[in-house]
């Protein structure tokens, strides 16, 4: 059973298990898994035997092994790597090998974990559901009609179906967080730049951060320790020092520790009354645990969806211009499609050319928030959406300093709903854009969150919990995470589709 990475690790080191026994298992897991759930885009069946065989090879021999030695993960397709395609769910990149790994990969790598496979996502980052994958949406373990979330959906999914024990996300506005809420997992979003971008495929520069998910705290703090560092590679890189985040979550004495709680974010109309309760039962968890409980408003937290969809949308759209057939990406030919040569502008054929490779290789969303972006970012409306969206962010990290300055932790809920249906959003992208109502702050404001497992809902939905922290404080973020998961046992449940052999 693919279940808690400190478990696995264990068995690893104790010789009770072998990394080859782990990774057939692991396989397996997802054989029986990926007909219902699709949370892969690619699986290294043959790669990841080798690197096991050469784990156990090293633990035979008694040379060193590494921390993650033998540790089965999952990467998302937004991050390269060179010996398994990078698509970011795409028809765009559908047959793009990367020449190299990106580096939260090749740290994990050197780590020693083998990497299993990738991970099905919304295009290039873009949705809140995995509905938008070129590859095929992904499937919520806990009830296959519903959606995993997004853009990690496959992530946390391969983790919650039993498949793999943690996973590598990205997080741009939520999109680690909300779908570990929506498969009650634990996934955490670094500050901005505690982990180096080099390597990941990007959607808005600005905002993307990778990050970890599993089970429980002490797994997301296993694979921080593993992908933290500053890279040179990366100019928004931090050099800061990486604690030892396994050693932080053994502080779990919450006693001093103010917790603020954003009641403006569960009063709002629309919540769910799960959502509401979750996060009302941990204050008191919190409480119960010594924490002093303070009321905190973040002033301009209503602005925060505008503000993203509008710098979000502007930085995809000139990120994304490089995918034009031509310099990456697919190239449409005449003939695909029933079209012909007649129907390629003949004065313009290059101009054309790109045109149709846009047109054919991504998908509607992507298209859309193009468009968005390259309006607000068109003359004439530059200053009145781009750079007025750029002073919002700056008072919206204004208020994160300031609230910071009375309060260690800000408590709040994930999403404003346990996971909704497939195909319910689809057609309504102002309601997929909402999903994002609780999560986009953090990244606008480039602070540290997490969400916890907080409880089920009536209809057997797992609901999730979000703490934020100060930039670089994930030591204290982590334990904080700890403490409630030592009290609580969320964390602890499975889906009935959860694989135990």
């Known amino acids: 059973m693919l279940d808690s990475t400190s478990t696995i690790l264990e068995l690893l080191e104790s010789g009770d298990a072998t990394a080859r026994e782990v990774t057939e298992t692991a396989l397996r897991a ?15 069946y043959e790669s990841a035997l080798r690197a096991a065989d050469a784990v156990d090879a090293d633990r035979k021999a008694g040379r060193p092994l590494p921390p993650l030695a033998g ?41 020693g974990a083998i990497v299993i496979g990738k991970t099905n996502m919304d295009e290039f980052a873009m949705g809140a559901s995995t509905e938008t994958s070129a590859m095929g949406k992904t499937c919520n373990p806990w009830d296959t009609d519903r959606t995993p979330g997004g853009s990690s959906g496959g992530a946390a999914a391969a983790v919650a179906s039993g498949t793999v024990p943690l996973s590598i996300g990205t997080d741009t506005g939520g999109s680690i967080r909300q779908p570990a809420a929506f498969c009650g997992i634990t996934g955490l979003k670094p500050t901005y730049g505690r982990c180096s971008r080099y390597g990941l495929v990007a959607f808005a520069s600005s905002l993307d951060q990778a990050g970890p998910l599993g089970w429980s705290v002490e797994d997301v703090a296993i694979g921080l320790q593993a992908m933290a560092g500053y890279d040179p590679a990366d100019s928004t890189s931090v050099d800061h020092e990486v604690s030892d985040y396994r050693a932080a979550i053994a502080e779990t004495d919450m006693k001093g520790v103010r917790v603020g709680v954003l009641r403006e974010a569960t009063d709002q109309e629309g919540v769910a009354p799960a959502i509401r309760t979750a996060v009302a039962e941990a204050e008191k968890v919190f409480r119960d645990l010594g924490a002093e409980i303070v009321e905190v408003s973040l002033q301009h937290s209503p602005y925060w969806v505008p503000t993203y969809y509008v710098i979000a949308p502007c930085e995809a759209s000139s990120n994304l211009s490089r995918f034009d057939g031509a310099h990456y990406g697919y190239r449409h030919a005449a003939e695909e499609n029933g079209a012909s040569e007649s129907s390629l502008d003949k004065t313009e054929p290059l101009e054309a050319m790109y045109r149709a490779s846009r047109a054919a290789g991504f998908g509607s969303e992507v298209k859309r928030r193009i468009m968005v972006g390259t309006y607000a970012l068109s003359e004439g409306y530059y200053d009145a959406y781009y750079n007025q969206a750029l002073k919002v962010r700056r008072l919206i ?12 932790l800000i408590l709040g809920p994930v999403t404003p709903s346990p996971a909704f249906r497939l195909g319910e959003n689809t057609d309504d992208p102002i309601a997929m854009y909402l999903c994002d109502l609780f999560t986009v702050g953090a990244n606008l404001a480039g602070v540290p969150a997490i969400s916890l497992p907080g409880g089920i809902d009536d209809d057997g939905l797992p609901v999730g919990i979000q703490l934020q922290a100060p930039v670089m404080q994930e030591s204290k973020l982590l334990a904080a995470g700890a403490a409630f998961q030592s009290a609580t046992s969320h964390h602890q449940r499975r889906p009935d589709s959860f694989v135990t052999t």
């Open 397 to 408: 990290r204004g208020d994160y300093d300031t609230t910071f300055g009375s309060v260690d």
């Open 30 to 44: 997802i054989g029986a898994t990926e007909p219902t759930n699709n949370a892969y885009t690619h699986v290294g």
């Open 71 to 111: 540790l089965p993960v999952a990467i998302k397709d937004v991050l390269c790597t060179s010996d398994m395609p990078t698509t970011c769910s795409s028809n765009m990149l559908r047959n793009f090998t990367p020449p190299y790994d990106a580096t939260v990969v090749a740290k994990l790598k050197q780590a």
